[in-house]
C-alpha cells in the first residue's frame, strides 16, 4: 500500500472513533507519537490511549499533502464543536508501517473558549 493511502487510512480509523485497535495493522509496535498534548513510544499504550479517550464529533478536512519516499505529511483543518485549528501531521514510515507520528497545532484552540469568532 502506498505511504499516503496508509496515512488516510489512519485519520479514516482515528476519526471515526471505531475500534481503534485497527491502528495496529498500519502502526509499528514501537511507533513513537509526539504531540503537543501527548507522547507514546509504543503502539500499544497509543491506541489504549484512544480506547480510554476516543475521539467524538471529530473532523477533518485535507488542506494539502505532502510525500517523500519514507514520510507523507499531512496539512489539515481539524474541527469539533467549539473548537476549529489547522493542524500538521507528519507520518514516517518502516517496513510499510507508520513508525512515528509528529502532531503540530496551536494548543490555544484546545484550551481556549473561543468559537470560530472572527478577528474585529
Not at 85 to 94: A, G, I, K, L
Request: hydrophobic content about 40%.
Amino acid at each position: 500500500m502506498k505511504a499516503t493511502n496508509i496515512a488516510l487510512k489512519y485519520m479514516e480509523i482515528f476519526f471515526s472513533g471505531i475500534n481503534p485497535e485497527r491502528l495496529f495493522e498500519i502502526l509499528t509496535e514501537d511507533l513513537i507519537f509526539v504531540g503537543p498534548f501527548y507522547r507514546f513510544n509504543s503502539s500499544v499504550d497509543y491506541v489504549n490511549s484512544l480506547l480510554a479517550d476516543p475521539p467524538v464529533n471529530c473532523k477533518y478536512k485535507i488542506i494539502k499533502i505532502f510525500e517523500n519516499e519514507s514520510m507523507v505529511n499531512l496539512i489539515y483543518e481539524f474541527s469539533k464543536p467549539a473548537v476549529r485549528t489547522m493542524m500538521s501531521q507528519m507520518f514516517e514510515f518502516r517496513n510499510n508501517k507508520i513508525n512515528k507520528i509528529t502532531l503540530i497545532f496551536d494548543t490555544a484552540a484546545m484550551t481556549d473558549n473561543k468559537k470560530d469568532e472572527p478577528d474585529v
